[in-house]
């Protein structure tokens, strides 16, 4: 995989925030990417000319969109970017439709591409990168059901590793938990509420996590992840401001 020419990247969840930045990265490494979301957006030319990006509006969240997509495209890498913006409210002020909506998004989604990729299977060599959360490990109070749904998304990615194994099929899972990015559509409102219960300003609640995440870097580190021979790799990192980092 250290060369992305001709590898046919989907990116699921690419019209804005991380998912957006992955989807530039890997057209910029040289990849043919395959750029999923419900609504359109535009998209650079790749810097050095060798990717493309390829715009599929379809819901990922539905089985019969991501059978279809992997018939179509045939694709080696899988990043599953896409999540729901939780409602951010104390546990108290959650209805249960605001409580679950990123188990009905973000687990669903995970559940039914894992599911695909193990049916049909991808060709071997290949690489799926879930998109969890650091949430994942430390919980998250203000944001309803959003920590444990991230957790089964890494659970569920572990699942799909270990099936794969023992079907003999060479793919690679790894799961990605992200810290706040503070410019994107689930990480604006959720610094937005953290900085408010602890009584700061964003910008002082920002301070000691400098320096901060951003599209541009997490597109950049799943590029260097998916270039790594998956011999070196853990089955999952935190993704900070400074890259990808390994977990305790
Ligand atoms: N930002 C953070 O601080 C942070 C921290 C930890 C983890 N994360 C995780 O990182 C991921 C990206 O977060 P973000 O802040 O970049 O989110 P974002 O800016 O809100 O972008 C979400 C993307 O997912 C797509 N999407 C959502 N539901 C979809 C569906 N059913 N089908 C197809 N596409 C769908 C959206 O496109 P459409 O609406 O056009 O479909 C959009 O492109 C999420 O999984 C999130 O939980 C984020």
Do not use: C
Not at 1 to 6: C, F, N, P, Q
Not at 16 to 25: C, E, F, N, P
């Amino acid at each position: 995989m250290s060369d992305l020419s001709g590898r046919t990247t989907i990116v699921v969840g690419a019209s804005r925030g991380l998912g957006y930045g992955v989807a530039t990265a890997f057209a910029e490494a040289g990849a043919p990417v395959v750029a999923v979301s419900r609504t359109a957006a535009d998209f650079p030319e790749p810097a050095n000319g060798s990717g493309t990006i390829h715009p599929e509006i379809a819901d990922a969240g539905a089985a019969t969109s991501v059978a279809s997509l992997l018939d179509r495209h045939e694709p080696e890498v899988i990043t599953l970017v896409a999540g729901a913006t939780p409602h951010m409210r104390p546990l108290q002020q959650q209805t249960w439709e605001t409580f679950s909506v990123n188990w009905e998004s973000d687990v669903r989604m995970t559940f039914h591409w894992l599911r695909e990729i193990l049916l049909k299977p991808l060709r071997p060599g290949s690489r799926v990168v879930v998109v969890s959360s650091g949430a994942a490990i430390g919980g998250s109070p203000l944001s309803g059901g959003y920590a444990g749904a991230k957790a089964t998304q890494r659970f569920i990615t572990s699942y799909a590793q270990d099936e794969a194994r023992r079907a003999g099929l060479d793919i690679t899972f790894t799961t990605i938990l992200p810290r706040f990015a503070p410019e994107t559509g689930v990480g604006e409102p959720a610094v937005r509420a953290y900085a408010a219960s602890a009584g700061k300003s964003v910008d002082e609640f920002l301070e000691p996590q400098r320096p901060l995440l951003t599209p541009r870097i997490a597109g950049d580190a799943l590029v260097d992840l998916v270039r790594t021979d998956p011999a070196d790799l853990k089955p999952a990192y935190m993704l900070t401001g400074g890259g990808l980092q390994q977990l305790p």
